[in-house]
């Protein structure tokens, strides 16, 4: 591989969410496999509270994998999250690396600490899968409060697929039941009913087998996974954007002022074709804000778009078109 292709790769990122015990670590060993029978070359970002990964041990010897420990992710180290995904990539080069947070992170400020990270290396967050814990959100749904809950209800909103996990524990009633409460806190996500989290990955991986497989140089393509996958990626919680070449600052603004209410939040950096400077760019609360800046080292033209199942293909159509104009 040159230079040339190895600055071009993009790294895909999940991110594994779910509350305590739900059956995150029984997950990823089994993405970790899948993905090794692929040919493939994982990476793990573990973090767990409490000074030893106990889990981490769990994983074999061979997957490249960094401990985030004394914490949660989200609120003492999110800054150093970015930082351990550079690292990761540098000295490993994985073909895809997944973050399993610790179960009481709320998965929106991970994906900041990602997005943070996408500023200045090509990766690209595929999926937030959480998985839920049958029983316990059906005891949780009962009493209706408590942090617990809201979180677990954070985790669930969030997500890209769910993975219904432990159906084993309930009735087919239940099973029911608890479907009715996840498509109704989030209409978006796929539910995946499992047992010790057994789920047949072509719905889930689809578009990344299509992506991983482009990585490997291999020729063909899975349609119908493929197309699947299309279907389903297409409102997400994050979309990053790496600009081709400079574009037109007044359309661009103009895109910023028209985007959904769903997109809360962005950030970037950008060159625009009618200045001579480049630009840091911040949207927040409906608010755009442009920060001349002359970046150290090799920084790509790229903005990250965080928001709540926004359509990933109507903002990149807009951004190609921009693109086109130049
Ligand atoms: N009955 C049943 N038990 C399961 C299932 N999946 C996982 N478990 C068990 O649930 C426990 C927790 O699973 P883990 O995969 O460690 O869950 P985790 O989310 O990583 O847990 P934390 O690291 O504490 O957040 C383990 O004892 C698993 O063997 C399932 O489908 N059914």
Redesign the pocket.
Known sequence: MNLNTLSERVTPIYILS???????????QRMVTYWQEQGLRPAVIMN?IGDVNL?GALIEETVPMTEMLSGCICCTIRGDLSLEISNLIQKESPDVIVI?A??IANPMEILDGVTEAALYMRIDLKSVIT?VDARHLLELYEHQQGKTYRLMQEQIRCASYLIL?????VSEEEQAKVKEILSRWNEYAPIIP????DVDWVPLFGSDVHHLEHIMNREHEHEESHDHAHHSHDHVMVYTHYFKGPIDSQRFEELVNQLPREVYRAKGVMTFSDTTSRFLFQYAFREADFLKINPQGVVPDVVVFIGEHFSQAALKNALDELEKIG
Do not use: A, M, Q, Y
């Open positions: 779910g509350f305590l015990g739900s059956g995150k670590t029984t997950l990823l767990e889990e399993e610790t179960g998985v996990n432990k159906v084993d524990r499992s047992v010790r989290c």
